[in-house]
């Protein structure tokens, strides 16, 4: 049977966004507890159902706490859910990751968020070398319909010793390599999100499967591990 997101976590959420102090919270800490146990089986649910295909190393749901010690914003509690899924390192590259938030502000992402310098590097010498293999990742239709293209970061013009007019200069001054994927409320309370989630996790593994032979060899193709 397939397990959906309890629609108490958006009533739970738009409580606390609009009575975000720690007295309401401690009052209502029972039942934010009881909505955090169904949230993690969901999560877990998940990520059973991402090991048919994939090798989950962790999963790890973000505490409600907000760190508000380098922050302007003090308030003490995050509105929204968040859990990552890491994969087995170091030979699989790239992560998943859930988020859950009322008012149409719910998303899946996947990529990679602060690749190293020597990753981005490495990355940034395999499209000037040949960007053919990406290109047709990002041109598959299936994969396309899902994630469409990078979202994140990216340098105004190109990197320090790449040509600013290389055919794949667009994707060499990438930053991030990202993909999000975004959800209305009504998706998410429907009893197959976590199966839709699922699916779009599943479409994103060519990528994956790239990024980890490039990360994990060298330019000629030999096993860095």
Same mark, same amino acid.
């Given at each position: 049977? =397939? @397990?959906s997101?309890?629609?108490e976590?958006f009533?739970?959420?738009?409580?606390?966004?609009?009575?975000? &102090?720690r &007295?309401?919270?401690?009052?209502?800490?029972?039942?934010?507890?009881?909505?955090e146990?169904?949230m993690?089986k969901?999560?877990?649910?998940?990520?059973e159902?991402m090991?048919a295909?994939?090798?989950?190393e962790?999963i790890?749901i973000?505490?409600?706490?907000r760190?508000?010690?380098?922050?302007k914003n003090?308030?003490?509690?995050?509105?929204?859910?968040?859990?990552?899924f890491a994969?087995?390192?170091?030979?699989?590259?790239?992560?998943?990751?859930?988020h859950?938030q009322?008012n149409?502000e719910s998303f899946i992402?996947t990529?990679?968020?602060?690749?190293?310098?020597?990753?981005?590097l490495?990355?940034?010498?395999e499209f000037?070398?040949? &960007? =053919?293999?990406?290109r047709?990742? !990002?041109?598959?239709?299936?994969?396309?319909?899902t994630?469409?293209?990078?979202?994140?970061d990216? !340098?105004k013009?190109a #990197?320090?010793g790449? &040509?600013?007019?290389h #055919?794949?200069?667009?994707l060499i001054?990438?930053?991030?390599?990202?993909?999000?994927?975004?959800?209305t409320d009504?998706?998410v309370?429907?009893?197959?999100? @976590?199966?839709?989630v699922?699916?779009?996790?599943?479409?994103?593994?060519?990528?994956f499967?790239?990024m =980890?032979d490039v !990360?994990?060899?060298?330019?000629?193709?030999?096993?860095i591990?």
């Amino acid at each position: 049977m =397939s @397990l959906s997101i309890p629609k108490e976590v958006f009533t739970f959420f738009n409580k606390l966004e609009k009575n975000n &102090d720690r &007295d309401w919270f401690n009052e209502h800490k029972p039942e934010f507890k009881a909505i955090e146990a169904k949230m993690k089986k969901a999560y877990n649910y998940l990520g059973e159902m991402m090991s048919a295909y994939d090798q989950i190393e962790k999963i790890k749901i973000f505490r409600i706490y907000r760190d508000v010690r380098f922050s302007k914003n003090k308030l003490p509690y995050k509105t929204h859910f968040g859990g990552s899924f890491a994969r087995k390192k170091p030979e699989l590259r790239g992560g998943y990751y859930l988020h859950i938030q009322p008012n149409n502000e719910s998303f899946i992402a996947t990529g990679f968020w602060d690749p190293s310098k020597e990753d981005i590097l490495r990355i940034r010498k395999e499209f000037e070398m040949d &960007d =053919s293999e990406m290109r047709a990742i !990002l041109n598959d239709k299936t994969f396309s319909a899902t994630w469409g293209n990078f979202t994140g970061d990216e !340098l105004k013009t190109a #990197p320090k010793g790449f &040509d600013k007019e290389h #055919p794949a200069i667009d994707l060499i001054r990438r930053k991030q390599f990202i993909f999000v994927k975004k959800y209305t409320d009504k998706e998410v309370l429907s009893d197959h999100f @976590l199966d839709d989630v699922n699916d779009a996790f599943k479409n994103i593994k060519p990528f994956f499967n790239y990024m =980890s032979d490039v !990360l994990t060899t060298n330019l000629n193709g030999e096993s860095i591990l």
